[in-house]
């Protein structure tokens, strides 16, 4: 099948392909959907080796487990799903080895450009350093309905799609994530009132959230891949 046809099928079908044989159809779908799964992964567990390691893990998982998928849910649902378990569990073995109280500190600055951060005003660099910091107290599950809901702006139904729990389980984690960043991130606001504005996604609502650091671009390839289709 050349390239032209392969496009104009549905995320079902290129599946179904590759279960039934066909060695290209289940590079198509990592092409579509990659970069999505990079930013989510890259943004949950704060450390782009990790999340790059992450994402390879959920892509070798769904591969194997194709055969598996009934179709109960979207394609790229299954896919995020995938992607995030594996995110939890390499947070969770991350936090049970942990022993160097700084080293969070420092993988989480290696989210900062360093031409951004030349480039840019101190302050803002300080910020950014201070909202990572900030989002990664919060435990896994958690962390990962927040950079779902307000900094990729999925709805909360999806994001309940994706993390396979209850739409009240999304809000419920949102909202505990919230109230724990807001009195880390309280002083970052002019005044020292309220918390930073939303990132710009689908689901506005009052309460802490973390918008992504200055100058990271979500299509960072991982391990393997190209840049955006």
């Not at 099948?1 to 290129?14: H, I, V």
């Not at 990079?38 to 591969?63: H, P």
């Amino acid at each position: 099948m050349d390239d032209a046809m392969r496009d104009g099928l549905s995320d079902a079908d290129l599946l179904a392909r590759h279960v039934a044989g066909d060695s290209d159809a289940f590079g198509e779908i990592v092409r579509r959907h990659r970069d999505r799964l990079w930013a989510v992964a890259l943004r949950t567990l704060g450390d782009r080796e990790e999340a790059a390691d992450a994402v390879q893990d959920a892509l070798v998982s769904a591969y194997r487990a194709a055969h598996t998928f009934r179709g109960q849910s979207a394609v790229t649902t299954w896919l995020h799903r995938i992607t995030v378990n594996a995110c939890l569990d390499r947070a969770r073995k991350a936090a049970s080895r942990r022993t160097d109280p700084l080293a969070e500190t420092e993988r989480l600055e290696q989210l900062i450009e360093p031409h951004e951060s030349a480039a840019a005003p101190a302050e803002r660099g300080d910020l950014h350093r201070e909202l990572l910091q900030a989002l990664a107290t919060l435990p896994p599950d958690q962390r990962a309905a927040l950079v779902l809901v307000d900094m990729q702006g999925y709805p909360v139904a999806e994001a309940a799609a994706v993390l396979d729990v209850p739409v009240g389980t999304v809000k419920s984690r949102c909202a505990r994530g919230r109230a724990r960043l807001l009195p880390i991130l309280t002083h970052l606001r002019p005044g020292g009132r309220g918390s930073p504005p939303l990132d710009g996604g689908r689901n506005r609502s009052q309460g802490a959230s973390v918008p992504p650091p200055a100058g990271q671009s979500d299509a960072d390839p991982v391990k393997g891949g190209g840049g955006r289709a």
